[in-house]
Nanobody
Framework: QVQLVESGGDLVQPGGSLRLSCAASRSISSIAAMGWYRQAPGKQREWVATITRAGTEDYVDSVKGRFTISRDNAKNTVYLQMNSLKPEDTAVYYC?????????WGQGTQVTVSL
């Protein structure tokens, strides 16, 4: 079992940057994959990025080249660096962890991109 706590969401202007953090309650070094999802108002939750235990990264096409996922096993934390933000990136961002085929979620952090 693992608890996840996201932070770093904020109001930012288009073109700006944010870094989201996902702190885990236990060591993440053995967790097979951790990822970020987002949910905009009135829309379904959407996968954004994943990083595996081996460090392999994958992204939805709409954020490729702008977002970077990373993990710091020593701090039990996964990050999402978001650059060149657009209004359509506005959403609640959720962290998740796949632990032995069970998926755990955090409570989410709000990102708003607006003038």
């Amino acid at each position: 079992q693992v608890q996840l706590v996201e932070s770093g969401g904020d109001l930012v202007q288009p073109g700006g940057s944010l870094r989201l953090s996902c702190a885990a309650s236990r060591s993440i070094s053995s967790i097979a994959a951790m990822g970020w999802y987002r949910q905009a108002p009135g829309k379904q939750r959407e996968w954004v990025a994943t990083i595996t235990r081996a460090g392999t990264e994958d992204y939805v096409d709409s954020v490729k080249g702008r977002f970077t996922i990373s993990r710091d096993n020593a701090k039990n934390t996964v990050y999402l660096q978001m650059n060149s933000l657009k209004p359509e990136d506005t959403a609640v961002y959720y962290c998740n962890a796949n632990v032995m085929a069970i998926v755990y979620w955090g409570q989410g952090t709000q990102v708003t991109v607006s003038l």
